[in-house]
């Protein structure tokens, strides 16, 4: 069990170094890939909007208005310049403030035209603007078509393909579905002309940029909503943090649109803003307004009742003593009328701190009805301010949070003593109400000891006084309020508009998209190789050969370019020639190390047919030759045999024939054309190989060879497939196994590692066939020579960039090997 273990782990592991050698050999791929990477960058790249990011720069100030005393404040500081600040960001943000940015600049109206590469937005670009009817419907999301026939004239084409289709009416923001007709439009108009169509309502008016022939541009309306959403994406920062700066930030495709839309929310907010900041002036001054066409009325009623009193009444009059008389009485009663609605505001703001619990609206202005104290303006101000903190912190915070818990403890305590203060202040009013009541009472009945006619001319004139009073009060508040209004001026002040001043481009982000090109570039055919190499279950060199099996390495033999198997007739002094002598080296070490004496036995094998083990049988027993020694090479591959072929022979005679007795061994022994070396075919394909091989004329033919010969080279069937090899184990000194890189499946070596561990095969080496690795100027052939063993061998010339191209295809398709004639 543990030797199984051993075996699959060999088979698992991962060659860093092979992974890298196979990248360098797959560097067309690499190329290809990032050409195409790069092309398709460029594609994008060359295809995108520039894109600009423009901003410009406010400051939300805390301007009091210099007419503002404690007296005369119409509203209250509701937090400072803090909360200002905040309030804008939240509000440039808003839906309601992009709503009304959007309407302002009708910006749902799309002014378009065909680029390079793309439609373009030509906003501020056209010798033409739209003035659109907003109480008419237009149609969503139509291209309609302008093209200019000379300066004045244009054309306008669309076509409508029926179905259903939405309009939409920009004042009410009404959306309608509705049946569209099929229908091809084309109409000429003259600038200014209006287009009333049943889908469209607006005119084409001429703008600063003159109209040259043939322009063609298209405009289209978009849906109001949507439009907002998109302008929503406004970037609103503190500069620096914390300060009452705010920097305003877009980006778009369009500068004019840009700076048009910056500039527009900043004066829609500050606009906004002055408004809600004179909303307590406004709503005071209409109060005052209503009240003093009341007071109107009514002194105007009391007048001409005085006046016909006198009229009917010319004798009576008004002497010092009563003249003074009425004096006093209509101070106490201004005096009167002055403390009652003070009580009266004190109720009012009472009733509302114990009803409400919102107290950021609505709260009346103390100093309106004459109140001057301090601690209350001051505390009405503290709870507006807490109440408003709350309010925001509603939109983040849950509720739960501890922080409301605090604010409304702050705001109770604040209401607590604010209603102790409006409690007292009532006591002191009401004692001051009782005095003047008193004093009035004691006026009145002096009054009244006079003559009846006297009695009647003081009450009118009494009132009329009283009406005279009260409305110079309320006018001299109007005058009050309106220089208060008219004083004003917003706390938003722009320090830097925006503006286009050149540059701005902030995208597209080309850089970005070239190293992205070069990451996926690189790493698509990395990955390609990576699986190949991954779930290659094919041996590729000798580290491999290693790490699968603990037999060793006897030689590494290149690939032949030889067209037959006889390398060393053809090319006796290639790195393939020279790779044998190697092997032939290592087996007469092998030799001695044995300590064999006499003729010696090399068996060559494989794990299935294609390896090239006929083609090592041929150069190790033309090697062992070609050092002077008798040498034969017995064919016993009785399956499948090839040697004839090579030498040109008859594959008549051979060791079937002396197996079964029809032969003896000189009439089997051929000669070849390489001295010292005599071939034994395996003669005819026999019905029964493996039985022949067993027989006892096996140790015969054997024991006759070693007589005659120094070395025997047999070429018996592969290993993996038969057990002929296995049969031959007895007679041979040393086992060639055959490995082909590139074909010989890493799986193929379990059987042999496996009877290797159980000793039925010993004295076995692999020798790694048709290995191929990659060397500086393209493939060289033969391992462990590298760059020192030039001048040794012939010259081979490296496949040409076709043919590499042609492997590596191959390999994409299922790594197949064509089989080579001349080393197969």
């Known amino acids: 069990m543990e030797d199984d273990f051993e075996i699959k782990d060999k088979q698992h592991f991962f060659d860093f170094r092979g992974f890298l050698i196979k990248m360098l050999r797959y560097w067309p791929l690499f190329i290809i890939s990032l050409c195409i990477a790069f092309y398709i960058a460029y594609y994008i790249n060359v295809r995108k909007e520039t894109v600009y990011r ?51 600049l009708q910006f749902y109206v799309q002014y378009l035209k065909a680029g390079a590469y793309n439609i373009e937005d030509v906003y501020d670009k056209t010798p033409f603007v739209l003035d659109i009817n907003t109480s008419e419907v237009q149609l969503l999301n139509q291209k309609i078509n302008i093209t200019f026939i000379d300066a004045a004239h244009f054309e306008i084409s669309f076509t409508l393909n029926g179905g259903d289709g939405t309009v939409q009416n920009y004042k009410t923001k009404e959306k309608t579905v509705i049946s569209l007709p099929v229908q091809n439009f084309k109409k000429q108009y003259e600038l200014g002309d209006p287009i009333d169509l049943p889908y469209f309502n607006f005119l084409v008016q001429p703008a600063e940029i003159p109209a040259v022939k043939g322009q063609k541009f298209q405009v289209g309306f978009r849906d109001f909503d949507g439009t907002v959403s998109e302008y929503r994406n406004l970037n609103v920062e503190q500069t620096p943090s914390g300060s009452s700066i705010l920097t305003l930030t877009m980006t778009g495709t369009n500068k004019y649109r840009i700076v048009d839309y910056l500039n527009t929310s900043v004066s829609v907010l500050s606009r906004d803003q002055l408004e809600r900041k004179n909303l307590f002036a406004t709503k005071t001054i209409k109060f005052i307004d209503s009240s003093l066409a009341d007071k109107t009325s009514e002194l105007k009623t009391v007048q001409q009742e005085l006046n016909k009193f006198r009229q009917n009444n010319s004798s009576v009059g008004i002497s010092g003593s009563e003249e003074s008389m009425i004096t006093k009485v209509s101070e106490l009663d201004a005096g009167q009328q002055q403390v009652e609605q003070q009580l009266q505001y004190y109720l009012n703001l ?94 009145e009945s002096l009054m009244r000891k006079l003559p009846a006619e006297q009695q009647q001319l003081l009450g009118i004139q009494r009132k009329y006084n009283l009406s005279e009073n009260t409305y110079s009060v309320f006018l001299a508040k109007r005058s009050e309020a309106g220089i208060i209004k008219s004083a004003n001026v917003s706390d938003i002040q722009v320090i830097d508009p925006a503006k286009d001043i050149g540059g701005g481009a902030v995208g597209p982000d080309t850089k970005t998209n070239y190293v992205m090109a070069a990451i996926a570039g690189g790493a698509i055919p990395m990955i390609l190789v990576f699986l190949l190499v991954f779930f290659d279950n094919k041996i590729n060199n000798p580290d491999e050969l290693k790490q699968l099996s603990d037999i060793p390495v006897l030689g590494v033999i290149g690939k032949s370019a030889t067209k037959t198997n006889l390398v ?137 060879l070693k007589n005659r010969y120094d070395y025997i080279i047999l070429d018996t069937p592969p290993i993996g497939l038969v057990a002929d090899a296995l049969e031959l184990q007895s007679y041979v000194d040393a086992t060639l196994y055959v490995i082909r890189q590139n074909y010989t499946k890493k799986g193929m070596l379990a059987s042999i590692n496996e009877k290797y561990k159980r000793g039925e095969v010993k004295n076995i080496s692999f020798v790694l066939n048709y290995f191929r690795t990659e060397g500086r100027m393209g493939y060289g052939y033969g391992y462990g020579y590298g760059r020192y063993a030039e001048g040794y061998h012939e010259d081979e010339k490296a496949p040409a960039f076709s043919r590499i191209f042609k492997q590596m295809t191959k390999k994409f398709k299922g790594n197949k090997q064509n089989k080579n004639g001349g080393q197969d």
């Open 568 to 704: 060393f007739i053809e090319k006796p002094r290639s790195a393939v020639s020279e790779a044998f002598r190697s092997v032939r080296s290592s087996l007469q070490f092998i030799y001695r190390r044995l300590n064999i004496k006499g003729a010696k036995t090399v068996m060559v094998t494989s794990s299935v047919g294609g390896e090239g083990k006929t083609f090592c049988s041929i150069n190790l027993a033309t090697v062992f030759a070609l050092s002077e020694r008798k040498t034969v090479l017995v064919g016993l591959d009785l399956r499948k045999p090839k040697i004839y072929d090579d030498f040109n022979l008859e594959n008549t005679i051979g060791v079937v024939n002396y197996l079964i007795g029809e032969k003896g061994v000189e009439e089997i022994i051929q000669p070849s054309q390489i001295p010292y070396l005599d071939i034994i075919l395996a003669g005819p394909v026999p019905p029964n190989p493996s039985e022949l091989l067993m027989g006892d004329q096996v140790d015969a033919l054997m024991a006759d």
């Open 350 to 443: 009472e009733n509302y701190l114990r009803t409400r619990t919102d107290y950021s609206a609505d709260i009346p202005a103390p100093s309106l009805t004459g109140i001057g104290e301090g601690s209350i303006s001051q505390q009405v101000s503290s709870i507006i301010a807490l109440s408003e903190q709350r309010k925001r912190l509603a939109y983040s915070a849950k509720p739960e949070n501890p922080v409301f818990n605090d604010l409304d403890r702050r705001i109770n305590s604040i209401k607590t003593i604010l209603l102790e203060n409006i409690s007292s202040s009532k006591q002191i009013l009401n004692t001051q109400l009782n005095d003047i009541r008193s004093d009035i009472a004691s006026v």
């Open 54 to 104: 423009l901003s410009n720069m406010i400051s939300v100030k805390d301007d009091q208005n210099p007419f503002f005393t404690s007296n005369t404040s119409l509203t209250f500081n509701w937090g400072g310049t803090t909360d200002k600040v905040q309030t804008a960001e939240i509000f440039l943000k808003s839906r309601s403030h992009n709503e009304k940015v959007v309407e302002e």
